[in-house]
């Protein structure tokens, strides 16, 4: 399936989208349990996502290739460890329910809310955001807005049809006996890898 826009920065409202807004989304994302690593260079989430599979002693991982999963060479090192990488939607959709984790990239940030957008067009962006036990993210550094109000605005230039959706830390729910539960939607662990540099095919 085609992603609802090639490049969603083309349509980004001028002067409000920037990195002036990373520090308060940093600390409302880590407020709201997400796991944030702010680093210069893609290859740096390489190190990043190969040290997690590593300490969850991951067997199987499902991917979405982009830009920054692409450059990061983190799917490369994945497959030095021993791990399967499936990033075919085929081979997603078979082996997501039992994958260790999610690897995708998304749009923008939000620093009200410590949220991201993610393109949820294709069938598999949305199960690997969903299924596997922990999701990360590449997320460019400069891609982030002050509110709600600006993110919509970026949806209305942008989205025609299909899904999309917003990401704010691990799954939670209180509906059982108002008793937080962490993971029962979704992802118990969410992992927002911030990176300040933008690779080849990245404007």
């Not at 959709?93 to 998304?106: L, M, P, Q, R, W």
Request: glycine share 8%; proline share 4%.
């Amino acid at each position: 399936m085609k992603r609802v826009c090639e490049n969603w920065k083309e349509h980004f409202p001028e002067g409000k989208v920037s990195q002036e807004y990373f520090a308060e989304f940093e600390t409302r994302a880590k407020n709201v349990g997400t796991e944030m690593f702010h680093v210069k260079t893609v290859t740096e989430g390489r190190e990043i996502i190969a040290k997690i599979a590593e300490e969850l002693n991951a067997k199987k991982v499902v991917a979405i290739p982009s830009a920054y999963v692409d450059a990061s060479g983190a799917l490369e090192q994945l497959k030095k460890q021993n791990i399967e990488v499936y990033t075919e939607a085929a081979d997603i959709a078979e082996h997501v329910e039992t994958a260790d984790i999610g690897i995708s990239t998304v749009e923008f940030g939000i620093a009200e809310t410590g949220s991201v957008c993610y393109d949820g067009y294709s069938y598999e962006s949305r199960v690997v955001s969903m299924l596997p036990p922990l999701h990360v993210v590449f997320l460019p550094a400069s891609y982030v807005v002050a509110g709600i109000r600006e993110g919509f605005e970026i949806l209305s230039n942008v989205f025609h049809e299909g899904f999309t959706g917003f990401i704010t830390g691990p799954s939670r729910t209180s509906d059982i006996e108002r008793v937080l539960t962490i993971g029962v939607h979704g992802p118990s662990r969410f992992v927002i890898i911030a990176v300040d540099e933008l690779p080849g095919g990245v404007n």
